[in-house]
């Protein structure tokens, strides 16, 4: 009879430890914070709780661009730009077709007969593409082995389950950072308001001219000095200096100071 302190996630029962290490898994995904360190907690955790996987990491397209912004080897970066320079490979293809792509053995798969040859060389011999999408993010989850046939079918669900977790930890986090810069956006639009209006406010009593001629100063002086409106703004706000149009102002010659 089973000791009653006795772990129910020590047995056999490949679902049981399964979910136990992705409940894990998600917190620490969920807790990582920003988009960049998601994506390090990614390729980090696939190391660890993968058994096949020797290295990790994120293949992303950005706009035309393809990078490898996190790995656990510089041999990711290495390979990652051997498929981008020969136009094939498993992640590119997870990609462009939002599938998982595995090869057992690179050097003889048929389906990259110019990049596989050329990652075997390397020393890599298995690859696990899992496409990863969050936010019309591009990118790949890419898992890579030493060995052929390093990657079983308990690998494989780890990895899908894996990326999930990463697409949706990734989705939150960019919907955060966008919360964010739509606040910090907000109240910069606020301040140049109201520093814009303290310039009017001035130039308006000491150039007797109204709200709008007072705005046309400034636009004026911004176009004149090659400056923010914002900046001239406070120029004139912190110096008291009234700023540089490039030209008389006003016109009018029954206005004061003509």
Not at 87 to 112: H, K, S, V
Not at 128 to 144: C, E, S, V
Not at 184 to 208: D, F, K, M, T
Not at 233 to 251: K, Y
Request: net charge negative; glycine share 8%.
């Amino acid at each position: 009879m089973a000791s009653s302190t006795e772990d129910p996630t020590s047995t056999e029962d490949p679902t049981s430890a399964l979910a136990a290490d992705f409940s894990q898994i998600a917190r620490a995904l969920v807790s990582a914070g920003s988009v960049e360190d998601i994506l390090a907690q990614v390729v980090d955790l696939a190391a660890v709780t993968i058994e096949g996987c020797d290295f990790a990491g994120i293949f992303l397209v950005e706009g035309d661009v393809v990078t490898t912004p996190v790995h656990t080897a510089p041999i990711v970066a290495e390979v990652d730009a051997l498929q981008h320079r020969s136009a094939e490979g498993p992640c590119l293809d997870a990609i462009t077709q939002g599938l998982t792509f595995y090869a057992d053995d690179l050097g003889d798969d048929p389906r990259w007969p110019h990049f596989g040859p050329q990652a075997a060389a390397r020393g890599v011999r298995s690859l696990l593409a899992l496409p990863l999408l969050a936010n019309g993010t591009l990118g790949a989850l890419n898992l890579y082995a030493r060995h052929p046939a390093a990657f079983g079918v308990n690998d494989r669900a780890r990895g899908l389950l894996l990326a999930a977790l990463a697409a949706f930890a990734l989705t939150s986090a960019q919907n955060r950072e966008g919360e964010e810069r739509q606040a910090a956006n907000l109240h910069a639009a606020l301040a140049s308001r109201e520093v814009i209006g303290q310039a009017q406010g001035i130039l308006i009593e000491r150039e007797r001219v109204t709200a709008g001629e007072a705005f046309d100063i400034l636009r004026r002086a911004s176009q004149h000095l090659n400056l923010k409106l914002r900046e001239v703004a406070q120029t004139l706000v912190d110096t008291g200096e009234r700023p540089d149009t490039g030209s008389s102002w006003p016109s009018d010659p029954t206005r004061p100071g003509t």
